[in-house]
């Protein structure tokens, strides 16, 4: 054999050995994709992106009497400029009166206020009276801080810096979910179900809290409960009276001369808070109207967002 084919053969010997090679990668990696697809091992989650809907439930929702949007819970992601891992994040509840939302300046304006302190929050649309009754609404948040608490990783958060935020009635909703709550069912088949339902901590502005007291909002009471609630379950909503000592860290604030939600509702349950030996801040304005949000065109009120932001960074939930 010549000098010459010695060297030709080499070179399609070298040639063979690369497609071999190749072709051994491409056959690999096709197997591994179709033993993924058929075995059905875990794909890379998507990251969340800010505005993104999140359904609580893929299919209809527990109790659901329809498929309109009001009959299907959701979440909406609002996210600070930069995610970096471990971020702390909030459920967001709008206040109604348990009737409607005020999903506008008590929703995404707040969202985007603890977006501000570097914060992902998440708006609750939670099914509302009085077409919906207790534990519907009661359900739909703890759904929410399970879904955040099991995706935490996924969506680079702190799994235990996720609190829960309310106004008005949503105030009781978050009060609600901050007093009864457990540590997930580590049988559940769906495994959100498995996830903790406790909220780190807890902001209440001008909230509703008592279902029995004179002072409670009649019209949260009658569209959450009903026209006539059962004395028991109605004691069992009223957070003065279930606080104990493994209640979330609490800051609340709320008007002394609010003319829908009486302030006592909040003194009364930092009192509980207060009396349980759990953390609590509350900051009771002289003069304000009901339904403030932030407050931002009330020059006296609105500093109760940066007392917030001061109790956060006191309570470790921000840096």
Not at 6 to 16: E, I, L, P, Q, Y
Not at 201 to 222: D, E, N, Q
Not at 312 to 319: A, E, F, N, Y
């Amino acid at each position: 054999m010549t000098k010459r084919n010695r060297f030709v053969g080499f070179v399609r010997f070298v040639g063979f050995v690369r497609t071999w090679r190749t072709s051994r990668t491409l056959r690999t990696a096709l197997f591994l994709s179709v033993l993924t697809a058929t075995s059905g091992l875990a794909q890379p989650s998507r990251s969340l992106t800010d505005g993104q809907v999140i359904r609580l439930w893929t299919g209809g929702a527990p109790g659901a009497l329809g498929s309109d949007d009001s009959d299907v819970p959701i979440l909406t992601a609002y996210l600070p400029r930069t995610m970096a891992a471990s971020t702390p994040a909030v459920v967001i509840c709008p206040g109604g009166g348990y009737r409607n939302l005020a999903s506008n300046h008590e929703g995404r304006q707040v969202a985007n206020y603890f977006n501000s302190l570097g914060m992902a929050a998440f708006v609750l649309r939670y099914r509302l009276g009085p077409r919906y009754h207790h534990p519907i609404e009661l359900g739909d948040a703890q759904r929410a801080i399970r879904t955040l608490r099991f995706h935490a990783t996924q969506w680079q958060l702190d799994p235990s810096r996720i609190g829960i935020v309310g106004f008005s009635a949503g105030g009781h909703l978050a009060m609600s979910t901050s007093t009864i709550f457990d540590a997930g069912d580590p049988r559940a088949p769906d495994p959100i179900d498995r996830a903790g339902g406790r909220p780190d901590f807890v902001v209440l502005g001008y909230p509703v809290i008592s279902m029995v007291a004179s002072w409670t909002h009649k019209g949260s009471k009658t569209n959450l409960l009903g026209d006539a609630p059962d004395d028991g379950l109605a004691r069992k909503l009223s957070g003065e009276l279930a606080v104990t000592k493994d209640t979330p860290q609490t800051f609340i604030f709320h008007t002394a001369d609010d003319p829908a939600v009486p302030v006592e509702n909040s003194v009364h349950y930092f009192l509980a808070l207060r009396q349980a030996g759990v953390p609590a801040e509350m900051h009771v304005f002289e003069h304000g109207p009901h339904g403030v949000g932030l407050a931002n065109d009330n020059p006296a009120l609105a500093p109760w967002s940066t007392l917030l932001a001061n109790w956060l960074r006191s309570r470790g939930v921000i840096k």
